[in-house]
T-cell receptor
Framework: DTGVSQDPRHKITKRGQNVTFRCDPISEHNRLYWYRQTLGQGPEFLTY????????KSRLLSDRFSAERPKGSFSTLEIQRTEQGDSAMYLC??????????????FGSGTRLTVV | AQSVTQPDIHITVSEGASLELRCNYS??????LFWYVQSPGQGLQLLLKYFSGDTLVQGIKGFEAEFKRSQSSFNLRKPSVHWSDAAEYFC???????????FGTGTRLQVFP
Protein backbone atom coordinates (compact mmCIF):
# COMPACT_ATOMS: atom_id res chain seq x y z
CA ASP A 1 0.00 0.00 0.00
CA THR A 2 1.45 3.34 -1.03
CA GLY A 3 -0.43 5.48 1.45
CA VAL A 4 -3.13 8.06 0.83
CA SER A 5 -3.27 9.34 -2.75
CA GLN A 6 -4.86 12.59 -3.86
CA ASP A 7 -5.56 13.72 -7.37
CA PRO A 8 -4.89 16.19 -8.85
CA ARG A 9 -1.92 17.72 -7.00
CA HIS A 10 -2.71 21.17 -8.35
CA LYS A 11 -5.84 22.70 -9.87
CA ILE A 12 -6.27 26.19 -11.29
CA THR A 13 -9.82 27.14 -12.12
CA LYS A 14 -11.80 30.21 -13.02
CA ARG A 15 -14.24 31.64 -10.53
CA GLY A 16 -17.66 30.10 -10.98
CA GLN A 17 -16.43 26.77 -12.31
CA ASN A 18 -16.97 23.44 -10.60
CA VAL A 19 -14.05 21.29 -9.46
CA THR A 20 -13.77 17.76 -8.13
CA PHE A 21 -10.95 16.21 -6.14
CA ARG A 22 -10.33 12.54 -5.49
CA CYS A 23 -8.83 10.77 -2.50
CA ASP A 24 -7.79 7.11 -2.34
CA PRO A 25 -7.25 6.10 1.30
CA ILE A 26 -5.21 3.25 2.69
CA SER A 27 -7.27 0.22 1.81
CA GLU A 28 -7.86 -1.16 5.31
CA HIS A 29 -8.75 2.24 6.82
CA ASN A 30 -12.45 2.65 7.44
CA ARG A 31 -12.32 6.34 8.38
CA LEU A 32 -11.72 9.14 5.89
CA TYR A 33 -11.42 12.85 6.57
CA TRP A 34 -11.19 16.01 4.48
CA TYR A 35 -9.40 19.11 5.77
CA ARG A 36 -8.75 22.53 4.27
CA GLN A 37 -5.57 24.48 4.88
CA THR A 38 -5.13 28.12 3.95
CA LEU A 39 -1.81 29.91 3.84
CA GLY A 40 -0.23 30.34 7.26
CA GLN A 41 -2.88 28.31 9.05
CA GLY A 42 -3.27 24.83 10.38
CA PRO A 43 -5.63 22.41 8.64
CA GLU A 44 -9.33 22.81 9.44
CA PHE A 45 -11.74 19.88 9.57
CA LEU A 46 -14.33 19.74 6.78
CA THR A 47 -16.01 16.36 6.89
CA TYR A 48 -15.68 12.74 8.04
CA UNK A 49 -16.76 9.34 6.69
CA UNK A 50 -16.91 6.03 8.44
CA UNK A 51 -17.07 3.51 5.64
CA UNK A 52 -19.58 5.02 3.18
CA UNK A 53 -21.52 7.06 5.73
CA UNK A 54 -20.82 10.78 6.06
CA UNK A 55 -21.14 11.25 9.80
CA UNK A 56 -20.02 14.81 10.41
CA LYS A 57 -19.79 18.03 8.42
CA SER A 58 -18.17 21.25 9.54
CA ARG A 59 -19.93 24.62 9.35
CA LEU A 60 -17.10 25.47 6.94
CA LEU A 61 -18.67 23.13 4.42
CA SER A 62 -21.14 25.41 2.66
CA ASP A 63 -23.90 24.20 0.35
CA ARG A 64 -21.48 24.54 -2.56
CA PHE A 65 -19.36 21.71 -1.15
CA SER A 66 -20.32 18.06 -1.38
CA ALA A 67 -18.37 14.95 -0.51
CA GLU A 68 -19.05 11.31 -1.23
CA ARG A 69 -17.46 8.00 -0.45
CA PRO A 70 -19.28 5.37 -2.52
CA LYS A 71 -18.74 1.80 -1.37
CA GLY A 72 -16.53 3.03 1.46
CA SER A 73 -13.44 3.19 -0.70
CA PHE A 74 -12.24 6.34 -2.49
CA SER A 75 -13.81 9.71 -1.80
CA THR A 76 -14.55 12.78 -3.90
CA LEU A 77 -14.90 16.38 -2.82
CA GLU A 78 -16.75 18.67 -5.22
CA ILE A 79 -16.90 22.44 -5.04
CA GLN A 80 -19.56 24.10 -7.17
CA ARG A 81 -19.42 27.71 -8.36
CA THR A 82 -15.94 28.23 -6.98
CA GLU A 83 -15.03 31.51 -5.30
CA GLN A 84 -11.63 33.06 -4.71
CA GLY A 85 -11.98 32.29 -1.02
CA ASP A 86 -11.97 28.59 -1.86
CA SER A 87 -8.30 28.80 -2.81
CA ALA A 88 -6.51 26.52 -0.37
CA MET A 89 -4.82 23.16 0.06
CA TYR A 90 -7.37 20.36 0.44
CA LEU A 91 -6.01 17.49 2.48
CA CYS A 92 -7.41 14.00 2.76
CA UNK A 93 -6.57 11.61 5.58
CA UNK A 94 -7.56 8.09 6.51
CA UNK A 95 -7.33 6.11 9.72
CA UNK A 96 -8.51 3.11 11.65
CA UNK A 97 -10.88 3.67 14.56
CA UNK A 98 -9.08 5.01 17.59
CA UNK A 99 -9.25 1.91 19.76
CA UNK A 100 -7.77 -0.39 17.17
CA UNK A 101 -4.19 -1.50 16.96
CA UNK A 102 -2.11 0.92 14.97
CA UNK A 103 -4.52 3.82 15.14
CA UNK A 104 -3.30 6.98 13.54
CA UNK A 105 -4.01 9.33 10.73
CA UNK A 106 -2.20 9.14 7.41
CA PHE A 107 -2.45 12.28 5.31
CA GLY A 108 -2.20 12.57 1.56
CA SER A 109 -0.03 15.20 -0.12
CA GLY A 110 -3.03 17.39 -0.78
CA THR A 111 -4.64 19.14 -3.73
CA ARG A 112 -3.78 22.81 -4.06
CA LEU A 113 -6.68 24.77 -5.52
CA THR A 114 -6.21 28.22 -7.00
CA VAL A 115 -9.32 30.12 -8.08
CA VAL A 116 -8.59 33.01 -10.46
CA ALA B 1 -14.68 24.24 22.81
CA GLN B 2 -11.53 22.37 21.95
CA SER B 3 -8.56 24.45 20.85
CA VAL B 4 -4.82 24.27 20.37
CA THR B 5 -2.41 27.16 20.83
CA GLN B 6 1.09 27.28 19.45
CA PRO B 7 2.47 30.54 20.82
CA ASP B 8 5.58 30.66 18.65
CA ILE B 9 4.88 31.51 15.01
CA HIS B 10 8.52 31.34 13.92
CA ILE B 11 11.61 29.91 15.61
CA THR B 12 15.18 30.07 14.39
CA VAL B 13 17.91 27.81 15.77
CA SER B 14 21.45 26.89 14.82
CA GLU B 15 22.18 23.39 13.59
CA GLY B 16 23.15 21.20 16.53
CA ALA B 17 21.25 23.30 19.06
CA SER B 18 18.41 21.93 21.14
CA LEU B 19 14.79 22.68 20.26
CA GLU B 20 11.52 23.01 22.13
CA LEU B 21 8.25 23.87 20.40
CA ARG B 22 5.38 24.80 22.66
CA CYS B 23 1.80 23.54 22.47
CA ASN B 24 -1.10 24.19 24.81
CA TYR B 25 -4.51 22.63 24.39
CA SER B 26 -8.00 23.09 25.73
CA UNK B 27 -10.07 19.90 25.94
CA UNK B 28 -12.49 18.66 28.58
CA UNK B 29 -11.62 14.99 28.56
CA UNK B 30 -8.35 13.08 28.32
CA UNK B 31 -6.92 14.26 25.02
CA UNK B 32 -5.32 12.40 22.18
CA LEU B 33 -2.38 14.61 21.20
CA PHE B 34 -0.30 14.69 18.06
CA TRP B 35 2.63 16.48 16.48
CA TYR B 36 2.87 16.68 12.70
CA VAL B 37 5.55 18.10 10.42
CA GLN B 38 4.88 19.64 7.02
CA SER B 39 7.46 20.53 4.38
CA PRO B 40 6.55 23.21 1.83
CA GLY B 41 3.82 22.07 -0.55
CA GLN B 42 3.56 18.68 1.11
CA GLY B 43 1.09 16.82 3.28
CA LEU B 44 1.48 16.18 6.97
CA GLN B 45 3.75 13.55 8.47
CA LEU B 46 3.08 12.21 11.95
CA LEU B 47 6.02 12.70 14.32
CA LEU B 48 4.48 11.24 17.47
CA LYS B 49 1.21 10.77 19.35
CA TYR B 50 0.00 10.47 22.94
CA PHE B 51 -3.04 8.47 24.00
CA SER B 52 -2.35 7.33 27.55
CA GLY B 53 0.35 5.88 29.76
CA ASP B 54 3.88 7.21 29.82
CA THR B 55 3.75 10.97 29.50
CA LEU B 56 7.08 11.13 27.65
CA VAL B 57 6.51 9.99 24.09
CA GLN B 58 9.22 9.12 21.60
CA GLY B 59 8.71 9.76 17.93
CA ILE B 60 10.47 9.57 14.61
CA LYS B 61 13.51 11.60 13.57
CA GLY B 62 14.74 11.88 17.17
CA PHE B 63 11.79 13.93 18.43
CA GLU B 64 10.06 13.49 21.76
CA ALA B 65 7.17 15.21 23.51
CA GLU B 66 5.99 15.39 27.10
CA PHE B 67 2.33 15.51 28.12
CA LYS B 68 1.76 17.65 31.22
CA ARG B 69 -1.87 17.53 32.26
CA SER B 70 -1.45 20.18 34.95
CA GLN B 71 -0.18 22.66 32.38
CA SER B 72 -2.37 21.47 29.47
CA SER B 73 0.80 21.26 27.44
CA PHE B 74 2.39 18.88 24.96
CA ASN B 75 5.73 20.40 24.04
CA LEU B 76 7.93 18.93 21.34
CA ARG B 77 11.67 18.60 21.90
CA LYS B 78 14.78 17.53 20.05
CA PRO B 79 18.26 17.56 21.62
CA SER B 80 20.17 18.40 18.44
CA VAL B 81 18.53 19.93 15.40
CA HIS B 82 19.58 19.06 11.85
CA TRP B 83 19.23 21.37 8.83
CA SER B 84 16.68 18.91 7.39
CA ASP B 85 14.35 19.61 10.34
CA ALA B 86 13.46 23.01 8.86
CA ALA B 87 9.71 22.82 8.24
CA GLU B 88 6.32 23.76 9.70
CA TYR B 89 5.29 21.93 12.86
CA PHE B 90 1.68 21.46 13.91
CA CYS B 91 0.28 20.32 17.22
CA UNK B 92 -3.19 18.77 17.19
CA UNK B 93 -5.76 17.32 19.57
CA UNK B 94 -8.15 14.52 18.63
CA UNK B 95 -11.68 15.58 19.47
CA UNK B 96 -14.99 13.85 19.82
CA UNK B 97 -16.17 10.42 18.78
CA UNK B 98 -15.09 11.08 15.21
CA UNK B 99 -11.52 11.84 16.31
CA UNK B 100 -11.33 14.81 14.01
CA UNK B 101 -8.17 16.76 14.63
CA UNK B 102 -8.09 20.32 15.90
CA PHE B 103 -4.83 21.90 14.79
CA GLY B 104 -2.82 24.81 16.07
CA THR B 105 -1.67 27.50 13.68
CA GLY B 106 1.79 25.99 13.42
CA THR B 107 5.38 26.96 14.19
CA ARG B 108 7.80 27.54 11.34
CA LEU B 109 11.27 26.27 12.18
CA GLN B 110 14.29 27.73 10.46
CA VAL B 111 17.70 26.13 10.95
CA PHE B 112 20.94 28.00 10.36
CA PRO B 113 24.17 26.13 9.59
Amino acid sequence: DTGVSQDPRHKITKRGQNVTFRCDPISEHNRLYWYRQTLGQGPEFLTYFQNEAQLEKSRLLSDRFSAERPKGSFSTLEIQRTEQGDSAMYLCASSLAVHTEGYGYTFGSGTRLTVV
Amino acid sequence: AQSVTQPDIHITVSEGASLELRCNYSYGATPYLFWYVQSPGQGLQLLLKYFSGDTLVQGIKGFEAEFKRSQSSFNLRKPSVHWSDAAEYFCAVGAGHTDKLIFGTGTRLQVFP
